[in-house]
């Protein structure tokens, strides 16, 4: 379950080809009613029923948070994935009865800045959708800087700049253009905070110029939907409800512990938000902490785990579960 | 250092050098000392990007230390009220990666946060340091007036005259701590007043 949310009944209203990567998907109540209001940011968490297995992906929503008839989010294909975007592109159309978690966001608003300076790389750009929306329909200060592979997979970019002009400033990977990014750091007037979304090498370069130049780390936000890593398979036991499993070199072991009927909270499925974090009781091996939420000592002493993207290599591992 | 009570109260940290381009220090008598502690595991060079301003106390103490330490620039205003106007000058032109550093009493320190508030430095992106005295800045909840440097309990509102409580109860907005009538049933009844905020 994820938690503090219940789930929404949705149904496809319509699935449109944005360029070679990426497809926008909409979703409508199925009772009609007005979807729940979210804040830019916000993600939500698509249920996929891929044949006998279920798929639980997170994705921002896109569209602005002042209109809530529909929820949009837009899904780029990733060929050697684990195969939820795939699914989402190959079997996911218009009619589709689906179901989405509440909205949640881990990655706000600081509606106290002077001004948001915004980073998006490729995919990373849907978050800022919803929240430049929101920031124009309040009035708000922000700088959109928009760095993507080709003019053809600058997914949005024309939209963006229509609405926002020369707020929105974008750079092309095959045209050498590049972020100079120290000076666009230097010279934010006090009272900025800083949004990065995007691949996790352009969010640790973000954050470590930033931190060098000194920016707080208050003022520095960012979002990483990292997929589980894959590995060799593992078994852990569960304590609490007294079952072993077998985590498969494709699957998360959050997501085999749902397989087995166990149904522990979540709420980012990235290894950030600290929702599923589990006590470990023993372990004979060795962790792959894949997470940023657990400290270094956390990751070190062996007794915690964050079963959405962590895996286990060894003998056992009995966890509290 | 000031402990804990209520959750408004503040508390108050050790300086320890931020990584940055520019520091901002501002202090008060004693708070002299926060930066000369902090100096010594400071790197070579943070003070060439180093703006002190500092209030001396009476005696005009640690003026010649702050001075070896060789800040870009050490400026002495004579009280608060006269380094505002500049230090909202320097706030208002000031970009991301300047650092704050707060370091002396707590009226000093509550006073220049409060500034630094407004122009958009969130309060727990600032560096503090409690030193010298406890006198505190109160403001009376009858009559709204501010009295400074208040160390007794209970003290005098120096605006309405009413006795009041000295609360832990702190406002960050008006960098100010809450008094309270204590004798409002009988105004006869005068408790001892003590020295509690030396």
Known sequence: MSTGTTKLDVVVSDVVPVNDLVTRFHFRRRDGELLPTFSGGAHVVVEMRDGDRTRLNPYSLMGSPLDTREYTISVRRDDVGRGGSLFMHRSVKPGLEMVISYPVNLFSLDLRAKKHLMLAGGIGITPFMAQTAQLAGSGGNFELHYTCRTASLGTYADVLQQRYDRRVKLYHDDRDERIDLDRLLSTQPLGTNLYVCGPAGMINWVRDRAAALGWPSETVHFEHFAAPQPGAPFDVALAVSGKTIRVGSQQSLLEAIEAAGVDPPYLCRGGVCGQCETNVISHDGKFIHNDHWLSEEDHRSGCKIMPCVSRFEGKSLVLER | ?198
């Open chain 2, 1 to 198: 250092m000031a402990a804990k009570t209520i959750i408004s109260r503040p508390v108050y940290g050790t300086l320890s050098p931020q990584p940055g381009k520019h520091h901002l220090f501002v202090a008060d008598a004693e708070g002299a000392l926060a930066i000369l502690d902090m100096a010594g595991k400071a790197p070579a060079g943070f003070f060439d990007g180093a703006e002190i301003v500092f209030i001396p106390g009476s005696d005009g103490k640690h003026i010649a230390a702050l001075e070896a330490l060789k800040p870009a620039q050490l400026h002495m205003p004579p009280s608060f009220a006269s380094l505002l106007p500049r230090l909202k000058q320097t706030l208002t032109n000031a970009h991301m990666g300047l650092r704050l550093y707060l370091c002396g009493t707590e009226g000093l320190i509550g006073q220049a946060m409060q500034v630094a508030l407004e122009a958009g430095i969130d309060h727990t992106s600032m560096q503090t340091e409690h030193r010298g005295s406890l006198a505190r800045r109160m403001q009376c909840v009858h009559c709204k007036g501010i009295t400074e440097n208040v160390t007794t309990q209970p003290a005098l509102c120096a605006h309405c005259g009413l006795l009041l409580l000295v609360r832990d109860h702190y406002s960050r907005r008006l960098a100010a701590f809450q008094g309270v009538c204590i004798n409002a049933e009988d105004r006869t009844e005068i408790p001892p007043m003590e020295e509690a905020f030396p």
